[in-house]
């Protein structure tokens, strides 16, 4: 089945280090975005990339960094500046000229 | 800035009340309409969207929705909930002509549909 997954479901983290969050996708799509949940927050969009080696700041972009090398994965880092990093870290994609969201399961962090 | 906005935080219904969920929008340009929905345990997923023509869509499960561009609104109505609706629906809103999949989020509602 296409689809997207995210890696790992959970994850705690102590202060101070940085933590990287996987995200694949195998429905061929050329965008793909990293968003944060939190509650009564809605959605807000960290990191966005529209194509490989390519990759613009969201909306929340400030402690966070990601890469774009294949297609299929767009990993985000959740470094040590961040200062809240706790919540629920959405990844999705979308073909080119859809702006339709595939979404995964989610990563929920937790910083100890 | 461009936001968007729910009305309601948390609805609770009983089976086979009608369902009406707010949603309104701070932009006066082209837009995309959508209403996404997370059930328990499970991914977000679309439920309906607008982009053009007529602008009552339907979605999946018998939601549907209502542009009403004077208003700078979209919101969800479902005739009769079940209580399989239970779970949080979003607001979403693309902005501009371009398809670039940035979208901006609203708030988030919980339905809860007691049985």
């Known amino acids: 089945d296409g689809g997207i997954t995210q890696s790992p479901k959970y994850l705690f983290r102590k202060e101070g280090q940085n933590v990287t969050l996987s995200c694949e996708q195998n429905l061929n799509h050329d965008a793909m975005y990293w968003y944060r949940q939190d509650p009564g927050q809605g959605l807000r969009l960290i990191y966005y990339s529209q194509i490989v080696n390519d990759f613009q700041k969201g909306d929340i972009a400030e402690g966070y960094s990601v890469s774009r090398e294949k297609k299929e994965s767009f990993p985000l880092t959740v470094t040590s500046a961040q200062k809240n990093p706790t919540a629920f870290y959405l990844c999705a994609s979308s073909s080119t000229g859809a702006n339709v969201l595939t979404f995964g399961a989610g990563s929920r962090l937790t910083v100890l | 800035a461009q936001s968007v906005s729910q009305h309601n935080h948390h609805v609770i219904l009983s089976e086979a009340a009608s369902l009406e969920l707010g949603c309104n929008y701070s932009?006066?340009?082209?837009?995309?309409l959508f209403w996404y929905v997370q059930y328990p345990g499970q991914h977000l997923q679309l439920l309906l969207k607008?982009?053009?023509?007529?602008?009552l869509v339907k979605g999946i499960k018998g939601f549907e929705a209502e542009f009403i561009k004077s208003k700078f609104s979209f919101n969800l109505r479902k005739p009769s909930v079940q209580w399989s609706d239970t779970a949080e629906y979003f607001c979403?809103?693309?902005?501009?002509?371009?398809?670039?999949?940035?979208?901006?989020f609203g708030q988030g509602t919980t339905l809860q549909v007691k049985p």
């Open positions: 607008y982009f053009s023509g007529d602008p």
């Open positions: 932009y006066g340009g082209t837009v995309n």
């Open positions: 979403a809103v693309g902005i501009g002509s371009g398809n670039t999949g940035k979208l901006i």
